[in-house]
């Protein structure tokens, strides 16, 4: 029989910038407003790398309770031993030397999308999680949508027949005169010494819907990672602007088209009046989910013999009305403590093995296109007191 006494996990947030805080926020939503009654969140501590007062104004900023503690650099909060788990929120450049510190600290993790900058460094974080014995997820939010579950089943129970062909994007319209688009070369979207680029940040999310529908359902014994082709158009900074990438599921006659660009949009005209981002194509019909692919909250049915019946089911995201929010992100850490709760050191949702194999994909699609990014945010060896740990340049 269960425990009517909801399952506490204890938050550490690791840096305070835009994502850090839609993620805090999320955690200090009631439960319940989103009919979970097993699990429940504390923010406990925050941090930023160099500044106790900046982690102070974010804890004040989003509603944290009195009690949290701010510390002024990422060691302090790994070493807090009131700390259950840390969510790692800085720019993806740093992830793995941020998520290694609190791994290497023996912290369960929490790390913000993409995982890493290289497909060695996920093996290693991997590897440093499971020597630990310790949980460690990557935080792609979307898959832990009702949405996303809904979909999965639908695939998995043949609503559509068999998949064969999954396209997915997530593009913004930010193109501007003289070759530019509308982000500062200093941006972390185009910035190659914080891993910018279309496809890290946004591409994750066309590759996560291809993924979730044509790998991840596939059975474990057959399990088959992709032939990889990709196409990239290079923003003067060296970073991708425009990135087309086709996986390929051979053995599975499947294949994926995943897509993503910071010069057109997705949504032209935010209505999505242009269509679906992304198209499930079956063999006796289509599922399509409406953007955008991060945040999506409606999805459409269409059967071969429907006779243009098109069945449309809306997925609104819940709203704590106390304190008027609710973005999504709640769900992916209703995850994270169920598998604390039970002794799991990784989400079945989002396997440690998939996350790799997702960043080979992007590995690949960027040694094709010729993007390279600095040693600093490649290396994978880890450097508790280098400069993307302490915030200090050497």
Known sequence: ????????????????GWIAEMFTKDLLTNPATRDVHDVRHQVVAAASSTAKDRAASFLEMVGAPSTAKAYGSYHELVADPDVDIVYVATPHSHHFQNAMLALSAGKNVLCEKALTVTAAQAHQLV???RAKGVFFMEAVWTRYFPISIKVRELVS???????????ADLSFGRDAPEGKVDFDDSH???????AGGALLDLGIYSLTWVFQTLYHL??????????????????????DETTSIIVQFPKHKSQGIALTSLRVGTDVDGLNSGGPAIRIQGSSGEIQVMGPAYRPLQYKV???DGGGAIEVVDCPIPKDPERDWGHGMFWEADECARCLRDGKVE???????????????????????GVTYPELITSDVYDAQGALNTGKRR
């Open 157 to 167: 129970s043949g609503a559509i027949g068999n998949v064969y062909r999954v396209v």
């Open 347 to 369: 989400s079945e949702t989002l396997p440690w093995s998939e996350s790799i194999v997702i960043m080979e994909v992007m590995e690949e699609a960027l040694r094709q296109g």
């Open 302 to 304: 269409i059967k071969k």
């Open 127 to 129: 590897e440093t999680a």
């Open 1 to 16: 029989m269960a425990s009517a006494t909801p399952f506490t996990v204890k938050w550490g947030i690791m840096a305070t």
């Open 188 to 194: 972390r979207m185009v910035n190659v010494d914080l």
């Open 218 to 239: 596939q059975p474990e014994k057959d399990k088959e990672a992709p032939k990889v082709v990709a196409a990239i158009n290079k923003y003067h900074t060296g970073a």
